[in-house]
């Protein structure tokens, strides 16, 4: 069983569409993070949610919105997509927010715009 | 600020010998905690071994051990008996609040 997934694999699309990411965790933990890999392999979260309450929002453009429908999902929108949000997007997991707990990635989402 | 170095953009090794990536990082935080993740050509992000800052001993996890010195700053991964498989992008991480991850050394082990 997949712990925590992300679909779609792979997004390729076109400037100024918006898209969403989705992710789902069946590991019952209670954080949920988003992450942004860029071309030179550059790892910077972007959201952390906690029981569905955002705790994390760092410098990201107001076009990500993230959602977190449950403690399970946490699902990345992203408005009016530019040509630098090309990138990969990781979903993960952890047991709480304390630090010590180990984030569980899913697989990443690739995102190309064009 | 956090900040997170891996001086080593490549490294390789030769099967079965073994191989140390380094790891420094910048922080006022007294306790926090540190992380080596492995990201191999699939784009997985797997946790390879995990340190608590106030812990003195070194964290082991079979072949992967650490040489964590605090007052260094340093944070180092050696990879005994090198596999195949530990072909791979190997990222340290450290975590007061958020998690930030270094840039990341890429490992190849030649048969």
């Known amino acids: 069983d997949t712990a925590v997934s992300q679909t779609p694999k792979y997004l390729v699309t076109q400037m100024g569409n918006d898209k969403s990411i989705k992710c789902e965790q069946n590991?019952?933990?209670?954080?949920m993070y988003w992450y942004k890999q860029d071309s030179k392999k550059f790892l910077k979260i972007m959201f952390s949610?906690?029981?569905?309450?955002?705790?994390i929002n760092e410098t990201v453009p107001n076009r990500f919105s993230p959602k977190s429908p449950d403690k399970a999902h946490l699902n990345l929108h992203i408005n009016s997509l530019e040509l630098g949000d090309s990138a990969v997007y990781f979903c993960?997991?952890?047991?709480?927010?304390?630090?010590?707990?180990?984030?569980?990635f899913g697989p990443g989402t690739r995102l190309l715009v064009l | 600020a956090q900040t997170v170095t891996q001086s080593q953009p490549e490294m390789s090794v030769q099967e079965a010998e073994t191989v140390t990536l380094s790891c420094t990082y910048d922080t006022s935080e007294n306790n926090y905690y540190l992380f080596w993740y492995k990201q191999p050509p699939s784009r997985q992000m797997i946790l390879v071994i995990r340190q608590e800052a106030y812990k003195q001993q070194n964290a082991t996890e079979n072949r992967f051990s650490v040489n964590f010195q605090k007052a260094a700053k340093s944070f180092s991964l050696k990879i005994s008996d090198s596999q195949l498989g530990d072909t791979a992008m190997y990222f340290c991480?450290?975590?007061?609040?958020?998690?930030?991850f270094g840039t990341g050394t890429r490992l190849t082990v030649i048969p």
């Open positions: 991480a450290f975590r007061a609040n958020n998690l930030f």
């Open positions: 993960a997991s952890s047991q709480d927010s304390s630090g010590w707990e180990t984030q569980y």
């Open positions: 949610y906690n029981n569905k309450e955002l705790i």
């Open positions: 590991l019952g933990h209670d954080t």
